[in-house]
């Protein structure tokens, strides 16, 4: 049984791994924004004997952030999945873009990323080999250019940078880091025309964090186990 963290755990790509984890036998931490109006997963948590509780952590406020870690305190976390996300503004074009929607866009995705893992470092220092994986884009990538989404691709980029660091700075404490494209995926933000199912892109990235050595930390991946060029 390993420990899971995950955050946006409510709807969409994250429900789906918090589901798949806790079928498999996991425990899962599944922080989400608002608990109260998390009805699958508060549905889930009751049928899952305790092993996966809800907590409340918004991923662009440090203080939301540092009242999940006290909840959870000293427990060891064999995997964290930075997973919330959002698009940035409605509008992210050259012509007509939301400044305050890029900055929330680097708030969620860039920095939300780096503070979890800065606020959950005790407890992957005490899982044995702990990894952190990151969702982000096929968009992050400079081999894969497109037009407009100026918050999206910028924050994701971003956070691509971030992580291959941080794989750097953690490698030398057996903590492995790494990023995923989890596919054009049909939740709420992939629409429902997309490619694949969130049960397809869950049981995709859960295959890439199985996977995941500290001889591959710092490497972008598909949700196929692919090598994503960037
Ligand atoms: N779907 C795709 O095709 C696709 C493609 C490439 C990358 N991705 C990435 O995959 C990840 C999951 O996306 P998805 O498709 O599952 O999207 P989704 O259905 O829109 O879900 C996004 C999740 O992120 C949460 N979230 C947003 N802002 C947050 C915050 N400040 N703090 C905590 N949670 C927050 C949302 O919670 P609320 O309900 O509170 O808003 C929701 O649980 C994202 O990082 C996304 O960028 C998705």
């Given at each position: ?6 955050t946006g ?22 922080t989400c924004r608002a608990p ?19 907590h409340a952590m918004d991923v662009g406020d440090a203080a939301s952030i540092a009242a999940c ?15 919330a ?22 708030k969620v995705?860039?920095?939300g990323?780096?503070r979890t ?114």
């Open positions: 049984m390993s420990t899971i963290l995950i755990a409510n709807r969409g790509i994250g429900l789906e791994l918090a589901r798949q984890y806790t079928e498999a036998g996991d425990r899962v931490f599944a109260a109006e998390a009805r699958d997963l508060t549905l889930l948590a009751g049928g899952a004997g305790g092993r996966l509780t809800v870690a006290k909840a959870v305190g000293d427990t060891p976390i064999d995997v964290l999945i930075n997973n996300g959002i698009l940035g503004g409605k509008s992210q074009t050259l012509e007509s873009i939301d400044f305050d929607a890029w900055i929330d866009a680097f995705m860039t920095i990323p780096f893992v800065q606020a959950f470092l005790p407890n992957l220092k005490a899982a044995p080999a702990a990894k952190v994986m990151t969702v982000t884009s096929q968009l992050a990538a400079s081999t894969w250019p497109f037009g407009g989404s100026y918050a999206y691709s910028s924050a994701k980029a971003a956070v691509n940078k971030v992580m291959q660091t941080l794989a750097k700075d953690l490698k030398t404490q057996n903590i492995a880091v790494s990023m995923i494209h989890p596919g054009w995926v049909k939740t709420e933000m992939g629409g429902a025309g997309a490619d694949i199912t969130a049960e397809e892109s869950a049981t995709g990235i859960r295959g890439v964090i199985t996977g995941l050595t500290s001889d591959t930390s710092g490497k972008f991946y598909k949700w196929n186990g692919e090598i994503h060029p960037w």
